[in-house]
């Protein structure tokens, strides 16, 4: 059998980790829809946005043709130090499975931020850096991106002020904990140390806050203290740029068997795990020249794809961020406590979204108990223990091994594991105590969010 040549673990070689990141929007005929400025409805200028992002990160948000971008030296060598990620055939998955279909999927939890996050963490950080700023400030949720930055940071000698979603910081004190190890400044969302935490605090007494609030309040912060910008860990072009480097290593490491996904499945919260998996299969598809069926796939009780309005709409809570045009509940819509912390954000990627639009991608929504399954399934035979996030991919990947199985089709699924599970036990003991729920909002809880949207002239 020929499928025995391939390895359990396909690992490039250093030198084979990319020197280059791919924009994918080069390859868009339609391209995404470009950030407004939420005063005047006009597209926000470089110089708009040079006032809360880094000057480098600007230009790369706003870049829409360059189809590759050279990765700084200093980023080459900090990939180097848990790069390449390794890409993983599921041979032990496909047999619990008796499927036919062959599985593999692309790791991003080998590093101690558990997650792809410190992919673009350390770009973001490195363009601050050679601004010559002091630091930077950002939100968290569930608290991987704000540990993959305050590790980015420490390595660069930056300061790194963190507001994470109040619920999380009480939730997962071990997740704090890391970031200030790592030297980061956390603050629990919303707080009393920024004018729109206080009236958030005012309008919601109580409130154990959002990621919507907490972007707020750290764009609040940066854009009051010379020195400092604000960076994010999802959603924006630049982050799926350097996401790119997932997608690019796994399609390096399946051209050195001459294996071609039929299906690329990943999870999506703000869609840029999902972005950089994709990207060069997304970028053959645009130009041509292979095909393939691609799935994004979300929690029932955040379904911005699946159920979202493809709209102008604000990022954060308190609405003083650019417009994006994307697939998106409102800026009100607050998700139920699922617990895949990473995929409560109410938007999405402009660049995915457009591509949704278009019918070059699907989207499917699943309901966590449905994922835990997954996800211990999945740990048991392959032994790693996925994120909650993460696991809505296997759930989805499972499902489509399952359908080859009836079918006798051999097909070949390649799937995003985007990190691990470790501070999610609350969560796994939940689901493992028979107690966890899952909640899907009806039409109206979804109304009162679309009703929210901003008018924006010429758009809808
Ligand atoms: C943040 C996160 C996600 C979701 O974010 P995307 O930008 O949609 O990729 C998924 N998995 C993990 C482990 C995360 O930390």
Redesign the pocket.
Known sequence: MSENKIPYKIYLNEDEIPKKWYNLRADMENKPAPLLNPGTGQPMTAEELGGVFCEELVQQELDDTTPYIDIPQEIQDFYKMYRPAPLVRAYCLEKALGTPAKIYYKFEGNNTS????LNSAIAQAYYAKKQGLKGVTTETG?G??GTALSMACAYLGLDCKVYMVKVSYEQKPFRREVMRTYGAEVTPSPSMTTEIGKKILEAHPGTTGSLGCAISEAVEVAVTNPGYRYVL???LNQ?LLHQSVIGLEAKAALDKYGVKPDLIIG????????GGLIAPFMGEKLRGEADYRIIAVEPASCPSFTRGKFAYDFCDTGMICPLAKMYTLGSSFIPSANHAG??RFHGMSTTLSQLYHDGYMEATAVEQTSVFEAAEQFARCEGILP?P??SHAIRVAIDEALKCKETGEEKTILFGL??TGYFDMVAYEKFNNGEMSDYIPTDDDLKAGFAALPKVPGQD
């Open positions: 558990g997650s792809h996050k569930a991987q991106w860990g999802s959603v982050v999870c999506a919260g703000g869609g840029s795990n999902l990473g995929l994120a996030e993460s985007t990190g």
